[in-house]
């Protein structure tokens, strides 16, 4: 989205774009195959973060300001997180968002007004769905590995 409905898009604009892009999904691959922890999730999860926000930045270069990258980076992080370190890192993550659509807009706060309070609930649903299928998955496992026993509340 951020390149179809860029303002101003040069080549320089698009390869950077596409560049960032395509080093987010490689990150979440690495993500998604391995099952990593310890500083691995702490170094994979800040690069998502980092390409996130530099995807956020390339607005300032004339790429259409793109809110699916931190939406996505959100989701991970209550996906893999306990959830005390996910709130903290999605309510940072919101926070760097408002100030990237802030940069944009030259601090003009009646502009970005309405759209912190989209993004806020559009990060909210994110977390709630994301809790939502993390409890579901985790009760499942339990169901798997309960089922032979009988009797027993997971």
């Not at 973060?49 to 790429?63: C, E, F, H, R, W």
């Not at 370190?85 to 007004?113: C, E, H, Q, R």
């Not at 009760?139 to 997971?154: H, I, K, L, S």
Request: proline fraction near 4%; hydrophobic fraction near 60%; aromatic fraction near 14%.
């Amino acid at each position: 989205m951020g390149v179809l409905a860029a303002p101003h898009l040069t080549v320089v604009n698009f390869l950077a774009f596409t560049a960032i892009q395509v080093f987010y999904i490689v990150i979440f691959r690495w993500l998604s195959r391995d099952n990593i922890s310890g500083w691995q999730l702490a170094l994979n999860l800040g690069m998502l973060a980092g390409s996130s926000i530099a995807t956020g930045l390339l607005s300032l270069a004339g790429v259409y300001w793109d809110w699916l990258p931190y939406l996505v980076t959100a989701a991970i992080y209550f996906a893999a997180l306990p959830l005390r370190i996910a709130i903290i890192a999605g309510v940072l993550l919101y926070l760097v968002s408002m100030v990237n659509l802030a940069l944009i807009n030259k601090w003009d706060w009646p502009a970005i007004y309405p759209s912190s309070f989209t993004l806020l609930a559009a990060f909210g649903f994110i977390a709630a769905f994301s809790l939502v299928l993390r409890t579901g998955s985790s009760e499942g496992a339990c169901r798997e590995a309960v089922a032979p026993a009988r009797g027993v509340q997971c």
